[in-house]
């Protein structure tokens, strides 16, 4: 059964660091592009970084580049998200999820098997 899930959300204060985890199921991460989206509230669900079955990453220019990192560990099957310097502004629950062609992934178009989403909370 294919599946994605996502944890490694919490509370952290503005500066902070955290790491997120995709952990895949039923299928190998080498073979499709990993996404990671956010979705604030009362906003629309948008793309902050994936990373290609050769491995490329992708991200958001303006809001994450150069703060987060996106990895893979193919033998656990799981995409790391690791976030820096963390401001308000990056409050929202954060899904993964997988796409077949590789690219840039900054809308959802072509995204499939949606974990249910972590809550990362920016705040003092």
């Known amino acids: 059964q294919v599946q994605l899930v996502e944890s490694g959300g919490g509370l952290v204060q503005p500066g902070g660091s955290v790491t997120l985890s995709c952990a895949a199921s039923?299928?190998?991460?080498?073979?499709?592009?990993i996404g990671w989206f956010r979705q604030a509230p009362g906003k629309e669900r948008e793309g902050v970084s994936c990373i290609s079955k050769n491995g490329d990453s992708w991200y958001a220019a303006d809001s994450v580049k150069g703060r987060f990192t996106i990895s893979r560990d193919l033998e656990k099957k799981t995409v790391y998200l690791q976030m820096k310097s963390l401001t308000f502004g990056d409050t929202g629950i954060y899904y993964c999820a997988r796409r077949f062609h590789d690219g840039a992934c900054s809308t959802v178009d072509g995204f499939g098997s949606w974990g249910q989403g972590t809550q990362v909370t920016v705040s003092t």
């Open positions: 039923g299928f190998g991460v080498e073979y499709w592009t």
